[in-house]
């Protein structure tokens, strides 16, 4: 079973800038790809961004890509999300989550079978 431990968030200011973190444990057949999802209250959950152990590959969503980077450190099992430039939009709880190889589209949240805990990030002028 994978478990995803996420830590970082809080608030921050327009402009700014901040780094979650996801540490992962378990098989690594079911965390081939490790994405960033977030949602606020009334909306839809949102993808962020992906990444993969196998193959290196990665994905933004379009209101992040320039702005937001996916990047992990295979020697401490953990995937980060860096946010830049961030925006109030942007506020939302965050989520990583884990899919297996056999997972199709990861830019959708169905296809994910392990998530973290969440952390909210509050972007406040």
């Known amino acids: 079973q994978v478990q995803l431990q996420q830590s970082g968030g809080g608030v921050v200011q327009i402009g700014g800038s901040m780094t979650l973190a996801c540490a992962a444990s378990?098989?690594?057949?079911?965390?081939?790809?490790t994405g960033w999802f977030r949602q606020s209250p009334g909306k839809e959950r949102q993808f962020v961004g992906v990444?993969?152990?196998?193959?290196?590959?990665?994905h933004y969503a379009d209101s992040t890509k320039g702005r937001f980077t996916v990047f992990k450190d295979a020697s401490k099992n953990t995937v980060y999300l860096e946010m830049n430039n961030l925006i109030p939009d942007d506020t939302g709880i965050y989520y990583c989550?884990?899919?297996?190889?056999?997972?199709?589209?990861?830019?959708?949240?169905?296809?994910?079978?392990?998530w973290g805990q969440g952390t909210q990030v509050t972007v406040s002028s």
């Open positions: 990444v993969t152990w196998r193959g290196d590959l990665k």
């Open positions: 989550a884990a899919a297996s190889d056999q997972a199709g589209n990861l830019g959708d949240p169905e296809e994910y079978d392990y």
């Open positions: 378990g098989p690594s057949v079911s965390r081939y790809g």
